[in-house]
């Protein structure tokens, strides 16, 4: 495959920068825009254009800390968030396969929001999402445009209405965007189905995504 250079990538009319500002400066719920330290690397791996939304938050963003970093959207890095070519490994687009599912945003809970290249169900590129409630990939029939309109105009509640609990807003805000919570018993559980009884550690995220991945397959090797 012949790859396109960033300015090829860049260089196009109606890009969708100033239409993702515009979404955040209107969101009515609280969206850190980070601004990018990483430099263009992130966009040239995507291979998208700056007319898609996804070229726009590569290219342009650092990053969204969306609802006090609840949820945690991915561009192209920042001192506080890695891009989201380092958040799916993919380092060289000359001497790598594309992942298989590109992982867009993450959640405080270790949840994983993933566009579907193909692996994780039927709907292409559709946004899927990996809670640890219920250790499955769930299509949210969307993609990533509509997904980032959503986050910022505050569709979340819907999706966390069972998985939040009184006082979250305040113990977001304690957090790094390197840190996520880790609850005790498991949200997977029977007993954990009320996280505002479990217990809740603050611990870092990649200690979620570890839990996660060994719960995943350990029910895997039960069926």
Not at 81 to 95: C, G, Q, R, W
Not at 138 to 144: A, V
Not at 162 to 181: I, S
């Amino acid at each position: 495959m012949i790859l396109k250079t960033v300015a090829e990538l860049a260089q196009v009319d109606n890009p969708s920068w100033p239409f993702i500002e515009e979404m955040i400066r209107d969101a009515p719920i609280s969206v850190e825009a980070l601004a990018p330290t990483k430099g263009d690397k992130a966009f040239h791996s995507l291979q998208v254009t700056a007319r898609s939304p996804l070229g726009g938050m590569a290219l342009n963003s650092g990053g969204l800390l969306i609802e006090n970093g609840w949820l945690r959207m991915y561009g192209a890095g920042s001192d506080l968030l890695p891009s989201i070519a380092e958040v799916n490994k993919f380092h060289d687009p000359y001497t790598q396969e594309p992942p298989s599912y590109w992982v867009i945003a993450t959640d405080a809970i270790g949840g994983e929001f993933a566009l579907n290249g193909g692996v994780l169900g039927e709907s292409l590129w559709n946004v899927y999402y990996y809670g640890e409630e219920n250790l499955e990939w769930e299509d949210l029939g969307c993609g990533y445009g509509d997904f980032l309109d959503a986050s910022l105009g505050g569709a979340s509640a819907s999706l966390y209405e069972h998985l939040r609990w009184p006082g979250w807003e305040q113990d977001v805000q304690k957090l790094t965007p390197t840190q996520g919570f880790s609850f005790f018993p498991p949200l997977f559980t029977v007993e954990g189905q009320n996280p505002a009884t479990s217990h809740r550690a603050v611990v870092p995220f990649a200690e979620l995504l570890v839990e996660k991945n060994n719960a995943r397959e350990f029910f895997a090797s039960q069926q």
